[in-house]
């Protein structure tokens, strides 16, 4: 596909980003990384004995969509929780460190702030690779005076937000009535969108999904393959099922492909090159970039395609990446594949 959408169209749509007020509600992850050298296999057992590089704490999950959304020069409004523990402390800290307001992320009693470990190993001036990653989980526990705490602060963001992201993980912190809850309070046109790891179909009511393939598949129950039908099939079923006008299936090297009311089904290519660096937290980066564009105006293509542009420049990052109003406007600047000459 070539679109029909003028460069100069979209690059204006990214200078509009600035200030775009965006509750970010969902499960706040901690992303631990810790890089080390190889120095011998063990004679102990046949495995790999590293030196220790250096480790790294970035935001994981919503906390990632968050972190996206600043970077691009939006204004993130975090709810959720986190764990009284020192993931959950240190996670506050990076996302202060960002500049991000962090005054809706409720500290929860027995709770583990859910922390995904990952171990890397390269030669030391050589690309580190993902050796192994382990995850610490738990779900929020149910509780009456922390869902009513959540709930309040979802109304209060809501209420000086240009638009809502839900961002659910599948540990508890999204109440299921989240997008009534946000209806409610947001302005009048602000949109939600919803990305979620297995509820995606109660999310009644929301202006946008965007599931990946592998998401997609759950939800219909079946394989689809490379059957373009039967993408368009399953798109256009959860799209009627949840009441929501816009889909945006993500596909990693396959691109994009956007459903929506009235509209014939569009297949966006990848953006850049399908041998990438690394996936970690694309799909966050991509829900990021969708939500500001849909807030400051954009159509759905027009969003689709900056979300499009903005996942294939983060998948050449190590870690869990961010993307900068520059490195978007560049990429818009310089394809010659998916954008017409105008």
């Known amino acids: 596909m070539t679109s029909r959408v003028p460069r100069k ?26 890089y080390g050298h190889p120095k011998r296999v063990s004679r102990e057992a046949p495995v790999l004995i590293l030196r220790f590089w250096k480790e790294e704490h970035l935001p994981g999950g919503a906390g990632n969509t968050a972190a996206n959304v600043r970077s691009l020069g939006g204004v993130p409004i975090p709810v959720g929780a986190v764990g009284k523990d020192e993931a959950g402390r240190t996670l506050l800290a990076v996302l202060r ?20 470990t990952r171990i890397l190993a390269g030669a030391p001036h050589g690309i580190k690779q993902q050796v192994v990653r382990y995850d610490r989980e738990s779900n929020l526990p149910e509780n ?8 309040d602060a979802l109304e209060r963001g809501a209420a000086r937000a240009d638009a809502a992201v839900l961002s659910d993980y599948g540990y508890g912190a999204v109440p299921k009535d989240a997008a009534g809850i946000l209806r409610g309070s947001l302005p009048s046109g602000a949109p939600i969108l919803v990305d979620s790891r297995h509820g995606i179909s109660g999310f ?22 490379d059957s373009g039908e039967e993408l368009a099939s399953a798109a256009r079923a959860l799209q009627s099922a949840v009441a929501s006008r816009i889909v945006l299936v993500t596909r990693g090297s396959k691109g994009m492909a956007l459903f929506q009311d009235g509209a014939a089904p569009l297949t966006i290519p990848v953006h850049g090159t399908d041998q990438v660096a690394d996936v970690t937290g694309a799909g966050d980066t991509v829900l990021a ?43 818009v600047s310089s394809d010659r594949a998916i954008l017409s000459d105008r």
Do not use: Q
Not at 211 to 222: D, K, M
């Open 289 to 331: 970039a969708f939500s500001l564009a849909l807030a400051s105006g954009a159509s759905p293509v027009e969003a689709a395609l900056l979300a499009n542009f903005a996942g294939g420049i983060v998948v050449m990052k190590m870690g869990t990446a961010t993307v900068t109003p520059e490195e978007l406007k560049d990429a």
């Open 144 to 151: 009456a005076a922390l869902a009513a705490r959540i709930a």
């Open 204 to 225: 009644a009511g929301a202006d946008a999904l965007t599931p990946n393939e592998e998401e997609l598949e759950e939800w219909i129950g079946r394989p689809l393959g």
């Open 9 to 34: 169209r979209l690059l204006s749509v990214i200078d509009a980003f600035a200030g775009r007020r965006l509750v970010v509600a969902g499960d706040y992850v901690l992303d631990r990384f810790l």
């Open 97 to 116: 460190e960002r500049g991000i307001d962090t005054d809706g992320l409720l500290g929860a009693r027995n709770y583990e702030t859910p922390t995904k």
